[in-house]
C-alpha cells in the first residue's frame, strides 16, 4: 500500500510541476504578444522622424534660397545640438544644395537623384538607425500628367514611406 500512495504522490508532483510549467508559458506568451502589439512600431516612429526631418531641412533650404536672392546653389550649414562658449550654435559642416526655379532642392529626375536630394538636405546617407531608405522617382507626367506631381519617394523596405514633391518641396507622410 506505501509503494501505491508514494506512486500516486510522484504522480501529483509531476502532474503539479507540468501545470506550473504551462501555466508560466501560457502567461510568457500573453506577456509577449501583448507588449509585441501595442509597442508601437520602431521603424514607423523612425521613419517619421526622418520626414519631419526632411521637412525642416527643405524649408531652411527654401528660405535661405528666398533670403540669398535666389541662387542656383545655396550653402547649407549644420549644427551641432549644442552652444559654444559664446552661447552661439557651433556649426560641424557646411554643404552645397542645388535649387530649382521654384526653389526647392534638386537633382536628376532619377532614383540616383532622389538620393542626392536625401544626402543634400539631410547630409547623411540612406541609413539610419540601422535601417536602409530606399530612394525612388516617380515622374509626374507617368503618374497624372502633371509634371508638378513628380516626387521622390523614400521608403523602408517594409513598405512605410514619405514623398518630396520635387517641383512643389511639399513632403507627405503616409
Same mark, same amino acid.
Given at each position: 500500500m506505501q509503494k501505491n500512495q508514494a506512486s500516486e504522490e510522484r504522480n501529483r508532483s @509531476? /502532474?503539479?510541476? =507540468?501545470?506550473?510549467? *504551462? =501555466?508560466?508559458? !501560457?502567461?510568457? =506568451?500573453? *506577456?509577449?504578444? %501583448? /507588449? %509585441?502589439? $501595442? !509597442?508601437?512600431?520602431?521603424?514607423? @516612429?523612425?521613419l517619421d522622424n526622418l520626414a519631419n526631418s526632411f521637412t525642416t531641412s527643405v524649408n531652411s533650404a527654401h528660405w535661405q534660397w528666398q533670403a540669398q536672392g535666389r541662387p542656383e546653389i545655396i550653402i547649407m550649414s549644420?549644427?551641432?545640438?549644442?552652444? #559654444? #562658449? &559664446?552661447? $552661439?550654435? +557651433?556649426?560641424?559642416?557646411?554643404?552645397?544644395?542645388?535649387?530649382?526655379?521654384?526653389?526647392?532642392?534638386?537633382?536628376?529626375? $532619377?532614383?540616383?537623384?532622389? &538620393? &542626392?536630394?536625401?544626402?543634400? =538636405?539631410?547630409?547623411?546617407s540612406l541609413q539610419s538607425e540601422g /535601417?536602409? +531608405?530606399?530612394? &525612388? /522617382? %516617380? #515622374?509626374?507626367v507617368k503618374l497624372s500628367g502633371d509634371t508638378l506631381q513628380s516626387r521622390c519617394r523614400y521608403r523602408l523596405s517594409t513598405g512605410q514611406y514619405f514623398e518630396y514633391k520635387v517641383f512643389t518641396g511639399e513632403v507627405i507622410k503616409h
Open positions: @509531476v /502532474f503539479f510541476n =507540468v501545470s506550473v510549467v *504551462f =501555466v508560466f508559458v !501560457a502567461l510568457m =506568451v500573453i *506577456f509577449i504578444v %501583448y /507588449f %509585441y502589439v $501595442t !509597442a508601437p512600431n520602431i521603424k514607423r @516612429v523612425n549644420t549644427f551641432a545640438p549644442r552652444l #559654444d #562658449d &559664446e552661447k $552661439t550654435l +557651433v556649426e560641424v559642416d557646411k554643404h552645397p544644395v542645388f535649387m530649382n526655379a521654384q526653389g526647392w532642392p534638386k537633382a536628376e529626375f $532619377t532614383g540616383q537623384g532622389c &538620393e &542626392e536630394i536625401w544626402s543634400m =538636405v539631410l547630409n547623411t /535601417f536602409r +531608405v530606399i530612394a &525612388e /522617382f %516617380y #515622374d509626374g
